[in-house]
């Protein structure tokens, strides 16, 4: 169509029709999301709500789940194969790792399956379509809640007092899980829209998960089977999270007796640097985030057609 004049300054205008679409979020991406908070807590809210619709325990069912996994484990790992017997306050690092695992696996999971449940939503409204992983996450992240109160209080109960340290590798652990199931979510949600496949390549990764963290065997037997080489296990940002993580719950209910026992028998029950660790894994999982972002952006304009 020709161009049209502007009488007003002399220059030439195009026609409105000539302009080309642009995806909603194709600006600002994540950025844009959190511009807008209102909608997002709607969403959030609104698959809280769709989650528990028609149940009578409601929220109840976020503590029931890790719980009966958590019985599950510690009965058949250290009951039945008495494998941590002489491991002090097994309970309590298992469940700080399963904390997190769980966070991490609800949210690569819900979050693969968020666009193609919020098709209609998708399609009709122009909103940032990284919303709706992310709505997923923070969903994830709020259920995190009545588990690390159910934690604290086993905690409390052995003795357990808060430091600094601790805490930093509390929220250091949180932001790592986030980034890196949030980085996932972005990838797979959009690789889900055109092969349906990648839902059950989710499953299958995330049951690989419990095995690489030291969630069912200590960190102590990682570094007693590979010595020098248990370092690169840290590779992994979920192993180092989960560590930060039973830094901040299990070790100090640890007694200085039962450390002292521990470093008698040559156990390394932490790794040295573990904030560096921290840090670097963040980082990378940042970058990564950065990656998924850049990925789902060259995807999102296809996704309303194929959907």
Known sequence: MAPVSDTSTGALSRDPEDIPLKPPSADNGLFAVFQRRYLLRLLVQREISARYQGS?????????????????????IGFLFGLHQDFPN??????SALILVHFFNETFNAGTRSIM??????????????????????????????QVVVLLVACLFSGWTPDPI??????LALLIIAAIGLSGAL??????????????????????????????YPYALVHEKFGKYADYYLLNPLADAVILFQRAFWLPTVSEAEKAELE???????????????FLALLACLVLLGISQWVFSRLENKIPERL
């Open 166 to 171: 601790g805490m930093a590798c509390l929220v």
């Open 117 to 146: 449940r919020n098709k209609a939503l998708v399609v009709k409204m122009a909103m940032p379509r990284e919303m709706f992983p992310v709505a997923t996450m923070l969903v994830s992240l709020y259920h995190v809640g009545p």
């Open 264 to 278: 008698a028998r040559g156990d390394v029950i932490m790794p040295d640097n573990l904030l560096t660790h921290g």
């Open 187 to 216: 990838l797979f949600s959009a690789a889900n829209v055109f092969f349906r496949d990648f839902g059950n390549i989710v499953n299958v990764l995330t049951n690989f998960v419990r095995f690489g963290v030291p969630m069912m």
């Open 56 to 76: 009578f325990l409601g929220l109840l069912w976020s503590y029931i789940n890790p719980l009966t996994q958590f019985f599950i484990y510690w009965f058949v």
């Open 90 to 95: 097994f309970a309590i690092s298992l469940f």
